[in-house]
């Protein structure tokens, strides 16, 4: 599991660390931690390093850093852009025969310029954690006056990100983000992990907060002990009984791959509601399902589906469930039927464009993203599965939990029928019991993987998505096995 805690409870966290410490020991740490990896990326560069180093603490990683870099015999130039700088780091900097430019005066800009376009390695120090969203207006023509063929590595965070990862903004794109003991959210989220690049956690003896981390992650060692595996006293109805109200007779194949990933991610029995077409499909392809509406235990609802041409028993079934108490997932076309808030668990399961008409429909004031997500998760009282490169898992506020996000699958994933194999994924994980947070996570990550065992490192078709569940819950299941 990756946990990443807001800044006030990092800042918390810190000062009780340097409790104890002599004053600026962390820091040291930092900078030693930063420059280590640095040294490695140099291996096969060069020696050429630009140390750009801001206002602040963040600017201080740094600076000490490149103190410790031109020790080590590297070609260091520091480019000096903040208000003030830290005056024990830059004079540190200084003695180890750091050559240092100002950006900020303008006056050395040419050398700026040519320190940026042939450096081999670039520290971005710039803003840290103590940092606002963007890049203010001198400093955004700097990330393009780096040279193409350096490493740009970014200091705790690539600056200009929101620490929070709420808000996309202008920022720098890092190759690799070297951070300290904690994570912070925008490595995790999905408005900023895109300019994060590589991850490294230098641990500088900062423990863990005991509070409730901001953003969580599941890897592949979580799966074993989440994934409803069953026992001997189990039969096909305790291990839950998926219905599926999905495709009709012009997205066919909804149905089928919906039923297909419910199936083959080891559903005890899916139940088919929907109009002769998509049966017809699905009486051959899916001979496990049964047909016709009954007991079950959880409802996918949506996929392929529209309000506007739909089917009478569909639509009728879909209304019922709605409104009655069972776990549902509501995909695509099923999200323009929910208005009130359910109180059975439920999660939603939007891309990007289904969440921002949910939003307008709503009437709700957030536009889009995380906090879109939650603004619909706190209306409706539900889970929304935001879909994306980096899918975010949002429950309601007063649950208290994670924002979850996943960044498993392969961009191949974006193809037509993909979201309807998730869905019926998470609800055949509703209907096995879990909750709409674990499920989501669960199903994101489990669906992401498939898509990469489906055909490593090239173009995926939704089914064979879909087809490649079981082997990959195998291979997750088998690689670890569940804790005691
Ligand atoms: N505490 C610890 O124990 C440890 C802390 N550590 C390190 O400290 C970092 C946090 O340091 P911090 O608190 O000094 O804030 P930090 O991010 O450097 O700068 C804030 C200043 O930047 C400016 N500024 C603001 N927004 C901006 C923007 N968008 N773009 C550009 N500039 C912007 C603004 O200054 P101004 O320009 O207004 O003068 C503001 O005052 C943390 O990320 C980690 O690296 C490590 O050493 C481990 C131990
Ligand atoms: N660039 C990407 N990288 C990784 N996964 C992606 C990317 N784009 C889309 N996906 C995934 O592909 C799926 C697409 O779902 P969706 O848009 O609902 O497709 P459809 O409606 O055709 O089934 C989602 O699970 C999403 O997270």
Known sequence: MMR???????????????????????????????AEVALTRLEERGDRVVVLAGSGDNGGDALWAGAHLATSDANVVVVLVGSREHTAGLSAAREAGAVVLEWRSGSAADSVRSALAEADVVLDGIVGIGGSPGLPDHLRELPDLIGDEAYLIAVDLPSGCDPAGLVGADSIFADETVTFSLLKPCHLMPATEPAVGLLTVVDIGVAEPSSTPAVERLTHDDVADLWPVPGPADDKYS???????????????????????????????????GPDHPAELLRAAVPEAVFGDGRCQAYVFGSGWSAEDADETQLSVAREQLAGDLPMVIDAGGLDLLSAPRSAPTLLTPHAGELKRLIERLDLD???????????????????????????????????????????????????????????????????????????????????AAGRRANPGGPVRALDVAHALGPTIAALLTARPRSQ
């Open 4 to 34: 990443a805690y807001a800044v006030p409870a990092v800042r918390a966290a810190e000062a009780a660390a340097m409790e104890g410490l002599e004053e600026g020991e962390l820091m040291q740490r930092a900078a030693r931690g930063l």
């Open 239 to 273: 291990r839950g009984v998926l219905g599926s109200i999905t495709g009709s007779s012009a997205f066919t194949g909804a149905a089928l791959l919906s039923l297909t990933a419910a199936v083959t991610a080891g559903a005890g029995m899916v139940r088919y509601v």
């Open 366 to 448: 957030e536009p889009a993203g995380v906090a879109g997500a939650q603004a619909v998760a706190d209306h409706l009282s539900v889970t929304v599965l935001l879909k994306g490169a980096v899918t975010a898992v949002v429950s309601p506020s007063a649950y208290g939990q994670p924002v979850r996000t996943q960044a498993d699958a392969p961009a191949w994933l974006g193809t037509a029928g993909s979201g309807d194999v998730l869905g019926g994924l998470a609800g055949m994980l509703l209907a096995a019991g879990l909750e709409p947070g674990v499920a989501g996570a669960l199903a994101a990550l489990v669906h992401g």
